[in-house]
């Protein structure tokens, strides 16, 4: 009633959604700037099988440093850049940077497979199979050297119209993998009926084991699954070695986390893992 309306009028005043709005704006222009003025900049993370530690790949992270220099990660601005309709933009200055990058790499004799993180507008707008294949034309990179991952919760919530486009980027010969996966409440059906390689363990299932019972059972669960269907997998969020030997006895096939590395500029990767070092124990 009209006091339910006053009281939400006077809501609209209180100082801290007067700063939440103007930080919503300061953010939105500041992207749309960010874009022009090259402000956008991709980390790596590197992926390693478990057994023999070898890094076969990277993760491309996309972080915005603003002119006053601070660094700012997606978790405060990808959704953002959704709702400003700055996503397509952004998808695709990071498909073309990170193909960019993996076949500098590789011409450099460095020979990974970069990740890139899809959003789910990404998908079912636009057009990302265009997207992708520009992305590959222009770098010259193998299809077989880009993973594309898209999160359990798009799946989901797309599965319908979003499968032509997932079979459309798997016939450029692309992989894909399910990020984030277990933490959707899905039935698992998809897994047989979408074009994905690799399923990405959510790190909230690898940071207490082990130890966590249920958290154990769910990993070996996965394992099994993915081991079935013939699908690979990634735990993510590795933090120490005692998690890893738990993932090593489990015969999971690659992780990825800060035990190995975090995520690191283009140059701190090569130098670290330049030149034939891709086999260098963590
Ligand atoms: P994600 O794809 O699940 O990426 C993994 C996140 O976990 C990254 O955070 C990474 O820095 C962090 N991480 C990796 N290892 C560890 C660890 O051992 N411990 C802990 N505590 N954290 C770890 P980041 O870079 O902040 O990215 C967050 C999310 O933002 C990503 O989650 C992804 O969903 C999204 N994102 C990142 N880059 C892009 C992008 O280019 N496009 C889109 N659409 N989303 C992106
Ligand atoms: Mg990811
Ligand atoms: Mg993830
Ligand atoms: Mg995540």
């Given at each position: 009633g009209a006091k339910a309306l006053k009281r939400n009028t006077w809501m609209f005043f209180t100082p801290e959604l007067a700063e939440a709005s103007r930080e919503r704006f300061t953010m939105d222009t500041g992207l749309r700037r960010a874009l022009d003025r090259q402000e956008l900049v991709l980390h790596y993370q590197p992926q390693a099988r478990v057994e023999g530690s070898r890094v076969f790949g990277a993760e491309a992270l996309v972080r915005w440093t603003t002119p006053e220099g601070e660094v700012i990660g997606p978790g405060r601005f990808i959704a953002l850049a959704e709702e400003a309709g700055l996503i397509h933009l952004i998808g695709r200055w990071v498909l073309g940077e990170a193909c960019r990058q993996a076949r500098e790499w590789e011409l450099a004799g460095l020979p990974l497979r970069v990740a890139v993180n899809l959003s789910g507008l990404q998908v079912v707008q636009g057009d990302i199979v265009g997207d992708v294949r520009d992305a590959l034309e222009q770098s010259?990179?193998?299809?077989?050297r880009l993973e594309l991952e898209i999160t359990e919760g798009f799946v989901i919530g797309h599965a319908d119209e979003g499968l032509d486009r997932l079979n459309g980027l798997r016939r450029l010969g692309v992989e894909l993998a399910v990020d984030d996966f277990g933490t959707g409440y899905s039935s698992l059906s998809y897994l047989t009926r979408l074009p994905v390689q690799c399923l990405k363990i959510d790190r909230s299932f690898i940071t207490d084991v082990p130890g966590d019972a249920d958290d154990e059972t769910i990993v070996a669960a996965i394992l099994s699954i993915a081991e079935r269907l013939g699908l690979d997998v990634i735990a993510e969020g590795v933090e120490n070695a005692t998690q890893l030997e738990f993932l090593r006895s489990l015969g999971c096939p690659a992780y990825q986390g800060d035990y190995l590395s975090p995520p690191l500029t283009a140059t701190e990767f090569a130098q670290r893992w330049g030149a034939g070092g891709l086999a260098r124990e963590a």
């Open positions: 010259g990179l193998s299809p077989s």
